[in-house]
Antibody, heavy 118, light 111 residues
């Protein structure tokens, strides 16, 4: 089955780090760009980061640049988002998504909830 | 790039048509000739699901009552006859300018 499964979301203290993961299955992971998108519960969607198929090109939204780092392990079919210096404004459900071509995503995971609070 | 949707709330009678407008502050036409405008549906409690890409290309499995149209900076998602399963949030999204950005979302509900 073609799917993406996120994990690693939890309650974390402000200023702390957290890494969330995304496990891909059922497709040729190393042939796709991948993305992280977040959604504050009850609110809209915000793009967070993109990474190319080789893991060399990375793009970040300004609000996370310098704090978040996207990476991937193609041998393990895994995508990661390392989040540092977390603030309450980072509280959200984090989705990973597959990008089959320029300018779009066609497959989403179920999301993992990150709560930043003391 | 700011994406502005209207209306933000859309009560619809079953079997009636519904349209959602999406306007971009910048043209979404790439030099390759394609326009990178997508539509996503998010049903309550679910992840987003892509319905339409490059303005008017419907995804596999998406009912043909969904259609996308528009050009440049102005786009429309149309549901020809709303069914109960269409309840949810609908987002337009531009994939030309980084960071990719979404509209605020339009909530479709049954009257």
């Amino acid at each position: 089955e073609v799917q993406l499964v996120e994990s690693g979301g939890r309650l974390v203290q402000p200023g702390g780090p957290l890494r969330v993961s995304c496990a891909a299955s059922g497709f040729n992971f190393n042939g796709y760009w991948m993305s992280w998108v977040r959604q504050v519960p009850g609110k809209g969607l915000e793009w967070v980061a993109n990474i190319d198929a080789d893991g060399r090109e990375k793009f970040y939204v300004d609000s996370v640049a310098g704090r978040f780092s996207v990476s991937r392990d193609n041998a393990q079919n895994a995508l990661y988002l390392q989040m540092n210096s977390l603030t309450a404004e980072d509280t959200a459900v984090y989705f990973c998504a597959r990008s089959p071509e320029k300018g779009t995503v066609d497959l989403w995971g179920q999301g993992t909830l990150v709560i930043v609070s003391s | 790039v700011v994406m502005t949707q209207s209306p933000l709330s859309l009560p619809v009678t079953l079997g009636q048509p519904a349209s959602i407008s999406c306007r971009s502050t910048h043209s979404l036409i790439h030099t390759d000739g394609h326009t990178y405008l997508n539509w996503f549906q998010q049903r309550p409690g679910q992840s987003p699901r892509r319905l339409i890409y490059k303005v008017s290309n419907r995804d596999s499995g998406v009912p043909d009552r969904f259609s996308g149209s528009g050009s440049g900076t102005d786009f429309t998602l149309t549901i020809s006859r709303v069914e109960a399963e269409d309840v949810g949030l609908y987002y337009c999204m531009q994939g030309l300018h980084w960071p990719w950005t979404f509209g605020q979302g339009t909530k479709v509900e049954i009257k």
